[in-house]
């Protein structure tokens, strides 16, 4: 009973969390597309024309979303765009194992040949199939649970796993707070972010 519960926990901590990265992000490429907006705008009533040139130039090879204005060094890029619980073929994880069986008892009950009729199923058994092509082992257990099928805990390798994603992605959250555009956000009547991350810029091109 207690591990049924430690499961549970678990398990809703990874999805708020993943919630949370998901809203982050849309809010992030939100603000993205304004702090461009305004930084073009910037660049175009403040520099001359051959200036403007010469920085639209150096701003076609610059990543915003890879400046950090409160470290003198650049951070890690933030982790990949995908899932950070699926994983390829070639890369197994704890959280891979038992997707196939998990998938077949799924399929018994909702697979299109037996149910022709049950549209509920049928669309059941595609997002089975689409989880087990992601190796999403918390996508099969909750179509898992929804037809009451016995879902075994968790072990140890998959919980200390998903806490490891749950770090993973609160990494990747601060990742963001910390950028020039989420920065200006804040504080959007203040146009130092703009001109700091102008300036940041130039510099890294003259490293170069």
């Not at 149910?115 to 058994?125: G, I, Q, R």
Request: net charge neutral; charged share 35%.
């Amino acid at each position: 009973m207690l591990k049924h519960k430690k499961t549970e926990i678990i398990l809703a901590e990874y999805k708020a969390a993943k919630t949370k990265q998901e809203t982050c992000e849309n809010i992030y490429n939100e603000i993205l597309a304004g702090f461009k907006s305004e930084l073009y705008q910037y660049i175009h009533d403040n520099f001359a024309q051959e200036d403007k040139d010469t920085i639209l130039k150096i701003l076609n090879g610059a990543k915003l979303e890879n400046e950090d204005p409160t470290q003198e060094k650049r951070p890690p890029p933030p982790p990949q765009e995908e899932d950070l619980v699926t994983t390829s073929k070639k890369d197994e994880t704890p959280m891979t194992f038992g997707c196939k069986r998990l998938f077949k008892k799924i399929a018994r009950k909702t697979h299109p040949d037996h149910h022709p009729d049950d549209t509920l199923k049928s669309k059941m058994f595609q997002d089975a199939s689409s989880a087990l092509k992601k190796d999403d082992l918390i996508k099969l257990r909750d179509l898992a649970s929804d037809l009451q099928i016995e879902l075994p805990p968790i072990t140890q390798e998959q919980e200390n796993f998903i806490k490891k994603t749950i770090k993973d992605i609160e990494d990747r959250i601060q990742f963001y707070e910390k950028t020039y555009p989420w920065m200006w956000f804040q504080d959007n009547q203040n146009k130092k972010w703009l001109k700091a991350y102008l300036k940041n810029a130039v510099q890294n091109v003259s490293r170069a």
